[in-house]
């Protein structure tokens, strides 16, 4: 599993594009980094598996984070959990962060990414 977590996050420095959709995986990107798709596609199951984790750790963000969205006005920092914020922490959910480029851990950063897509294309319910 860690191999297969070292050739996810190579894949993702490259800026390849790796998704499940249900129990096909996906990996797009330039033809040049072919090489790195084909050795993910060779542990499809062990990716799927990671990536189905992560979805995990990106939907209990994500449902955090809709109630602190208002009806109406500016939308404030979105977390996951109420921590304090500490260096080399998401301060978001105080999980270490890979990069200092960010404040944040990449799944809450997806997390609110999704929360502010669905306000935008407003199919939060009344
Ligand atoms: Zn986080």
């Known amino acids: 599993m860690e191999r297969v977590a070292a050739a996810l996050a190579e894949a993702r420095a490259l800026g390849l594009e790796v998704r499940a959709e249900a129990d096909r995986l996906i990996?797009?990107?330039p033809r040049l980094y072919e090489p790195v798709a084909h050795r993910l596609l060779a542990d499809k199951p062990a990716v799927l598996c990671l990536?189905?984790?992560e979805e995990t750790e990106v939907v209990w963000r994500a449902a955090a984070m809709r109630?602190?969205?208002p009806r109406s006005g500016p939308i404030p920092l979105l977390q996951a959990?109420?921590?304090t914020a500490v260096d080399g922490a998401c301060l978001s959910c105080g999980i270490p962060i890979e990069t200092t480029r960010v404040p944040r851990c990449r799944f809450?950063?997806?997390a609110a990414q999704l929360v502010l897509r669905e306000i935008r294309e407003s199919i939060r319910g009344p």
Request: with cysteine.
């Open 27 to 29: 990996v797009r990107g």
């Open 51 to 53: 990536l189905h984790a």
């Open 67 to 69: 109630p602190q969205c």
């Open 81 to 83: 959990r109420p921590i």
């Open 108 to 110: 809450c950063v997806q």
